[in-house]
């Protein structure tokens, strides 16, 4: 059987059997009851062996409650199982032989096998146990009392109910029969419990390998809100720091090496720039070609923006450089950064993406396309944040297409 649906069998036998030992702990107190009642009358309904025998019960069954909703109850489950009926069919039973009763007293008996198939329907295999047990009991208690086979299934045997004639072996039919369909309905349950559990497991997977895709392209933010909202979803940042990174060479390298090596490469370089952006909080946003986009401050508001696009920046340079000896390539990168307002969002109904607009990720991307190989240049929105913590060179103005001339700065 599939190991989660067995710890959750476990699980739902455990509290079914709280179920059943408080009922049965009322039910035997209610006959006490009654019995002390009967017993004012010239014929007592119960001996004062029984009634310390159902109050013994009484007492077990209140423990094994309280035994049952500790902690310590996970490794006895399956025996507390087995030992609350056959506790009931035995106690019932030497009541009823030690009154001269050679017949089965099958009332509880019944009573106990509708009640497990019913409250606790799994296990079918365990409720077979506790019915051979309970008739195996019957007999052993009836030899005690000197009672044989043959003198329990002699043709003038029987049990009187008024003026209802009931033959032993015919209450045995009876009951015979109530266990094969009990024991037959728990098997079906069971059956049906254990597709329908694997089946919702399977779904679950499904959902959660779903939510992973998902969260590779969105947000864990954004992925929420489109899930619960039909509108465009467009946001405002006033204050964020975009990244672009390009990989100086890689056209190249690609033309000279087979493709599965390019991939390779790639998402080796991309996995570890990947693990860099979850280190420092930026959001990756797309990779084009060798060129990799992040973005630090959406979507949630982060005042160090700047100084955490600027450290994950100096990471990634360090691990080009790690590749690099690793595979034995001389591969450059080229960063560039800058800071602003941007305007975020989902865009498309098929394969929809979540980008960035905005004259801020325009200056990013020049920063990065008009700067140095293996350097990392930031416009002057970028340098404003971090002038007093790092130590930048002024480039001469420097002609930006779309921008005109531009005062940008590289890490020094």
Not at 26 to 32: G, P, R, T
Not at 174 to 199: H, K, N, P, T
Request: with cysteine; net charge neutral.
């Amino acid at each position: 059987m599939n190991a989660e649906y067995l710890r959750w069998r476990s699980q739902f036998v455990r509290k079914r059997l709280q179920i059943v030992t408080a009922i049965a702990a009322v039910c035997i107190l209610s006959f006490m009851v009654f019995a002390l009642i009967g017993n004012k009358g010239d014929i007592p309904l119960k001996t004062d062996i029984s009634l310390a025998l159902d109050l013994t019960l009484e007492i077990v069954f209140i423990a094994v409650f309280l035994l049952l909703r500790s902690r310590f109850a996970n490794n006895y489950v399956y025996p507390i199982f087995f030992i609350v009926p056959t506790l009931i069919t035995l106690t019932m039973q030497i009541n009823a032989s030690s009154a001269g009763i050679i017949a089965p007293f099958f009332i509880p008996w019944v009573l106990v096998f509708v009640a497990q198939a019913t409250l606790v329907p799994v296990c079918w295999h365990l409720h077979l146990a506790i019915q051979l047990f309970t008739f195996v009991n019957y007999f052993l208690i009836s030899n005690y009392f000197g009672y044989s086979v043959s003198d329990i299934f002699g043709l003038s045997n029987h049990l009187t109910l008024g003026k209802l004639i009931l033959p032993i072996s015919l209450i045995f039919m009876f009951i015979g029969w109530i266990c094969i369909m009990g024991d037959l309905s728990v098997y079906l349950y069971e059956r049906l419990q254990q597709s329908e559990f694997i089946a919702k497991k399977e779904l679950e997977e499904q959902k959660e390998r779903s939510e992973r895709l998902l969260l590779n392209v969105l947000p864990q933010s954004i992925a929420d809100r489109l899930k619960l909202e039909s509108d465009l979803i467009a946001d405002n940042f006033q204050e964020v720091s975009v990244l672009f990174a390009d990989i100086v060479g890689f056209t190249v390298l690609s033309s000279q090496i087979p493709p599965e090596e390019v991939v390779g490469f790639l998402n080796q370089i991309f996995s570890r720039f990947d693990r860099l952006a979850e280190q420092y909080g930026l959001e990756k946003i797309k990779t084009i070609g060798d060129a990799y986009m992040a973005v630090a401050g959406l979507p949630f508001a982060q005042d160090n923006h700047a100084q955490a696009a600027i450290e994950m920046a100096i990471a990634m340079q360090k691990e080009l450089n790690l590749f690099n000896q690793e595979c034995h390539q001389n591969l450059k990168i080229r960063i560039g950064i800058s800071s602003g307002p941007v305007v975020a969002g989902v865009i498309g109904i098929k394969k929809f993406t979540y980008d960035l607009w905005g004259d801020t990720v325009n200056t990013a991307s020049r920063m990065e396309s008009h700067g140095i190989a293996g350097c990392i240049q930031v416009s002057e929105s970028t340098y404003q944040y971090l002038r007093d913590r790092y130590h930048f060179e002024v480039r001469d103005r420097v002609v930006i297409k779309g921008k005109g001339e531009m005062t940008t700065y590289v890490l020094k």
